[in-house]
């Protein structure tokens, strides 16, 4: 009965149209995460190592990037 379209021809029902370039920032994220915590697995020595130091970096700085693309995605999107 109408729920996709009225009279002006607008939608109705409002789906999630995030736009690609925010999904991609935040697959960034994911994947920075991901290869820091893969590095990090792989060259695990004792603590203070400086492999170490940059998996922990590489942990923060992917966080960091998926929070962005998060929140941008929302601030654009409502």
Not at 36 to 45: D, H, L, M, V
Request: charge should be negative; proline fraction near 1%; charged fraction near 15%.
């Amino acid at each position: 009965m109408g729920d996709t379209t009225s009279d002006d021809r607008k939608p109705l029902l409002l789906v999630e149209q995030t736009e690609r370039k925010y999904t991609a920032i935040r697959c960034v994220g994911i994947g920075v995460l991901i290869g820091s915590f893969s590095a990090g697995y792989a060259t695990i020595t004792e603590f203070g190592d400086g492999k170490t130091v940059l998996t922990a970096i590489g942990t923060i700085v992917g966080i960091m990037i998926f929070g962005i693309g998060a929140g941008l995605s929302w601030w654009h999107n409502g």
